[in-house]
């Protein structure tokens, strides 16, 4: 009876054995199938994210890219508005400066005409003939400064009178200085 007894307890321990590996069993099937449940949501977690960072990244883009073309877009309007004010100033100031030159510039023009046809007209007179000669020998400064030799000024009649040598006779005349 003992060793039926052994035996039954053997096959009672045996018994608790197959079921505590078989609970073990079960245990570790139920963690293996948390852990693929576990694994599968953060792979489909992981690809979620990945698609929404591949949409946040793609919407980014063209937010820079929209924000690009709308800076080129400013610059080319301020560029081309400083251009329009620039030629518009330059514009104004030919107008007004070639009005304004107009203006002066006929009575100025005319002024100018009328005393190189004074000069013209003396030039081609006798007295004009002989200033120029006395200019090209250089002597016409020497007269209108009266710097002869012991040549004297006198002040007479509200002028400057130029007195140079007496002549062989010890007349001595002069003339009025410019």
Not at 49 to 59: D, F, I, P, S, Y
Request: with cysteine; aromatic share 8%.
């Amino acid at each position: 009876m003992t060793d039926e007894r052994e035996m039954d307890d053997g096959l009672a321990a045996f018994d608790q054995l197959g079921r505590e590996m078989a609970e073990t069993n079960r245990l570790l099937r139920a963690v293996r199938s948390d852990q693929t449940t576990r694994n599968q949501q953060e792979h489909t977690l992981s690809a979620e994210m990945q698609t929404a960072l591949k949409q946040a990244t793609g919407a980014s883009q063209k937010a820079l890219q929209a924000s690009q073309t709308e800076i080129r877009s400013s610059l080319l309007w301020t560029g081309l508005t400083a251009f329009l004010i620039v030629l518009v100033a330059f514009g104004g100031g030919y107008f007004f400066g070639h009005q304004s030159g107009w203006d002066a510039g006929h009575a100025e023009g005319y002024q100018k005409a009328r005393n190189q046809e004074a000069s013209a007209s003396w030039a081609n007179t006798p007295a004009g003939q002989r200033a120029y000669g006395l200019d090209r020998r250089g002597s016409l400064d020497l007269l209108a400064q009266c710097q002869g030799n012991g040549w004297t000024t006198e002040r007479q009649k509200g002028g400057t009178v130029c007195f140079p040598n007496a002549d062989a006779k010890g007349n001595v005349t002069g003339w009025y200085l410019p």
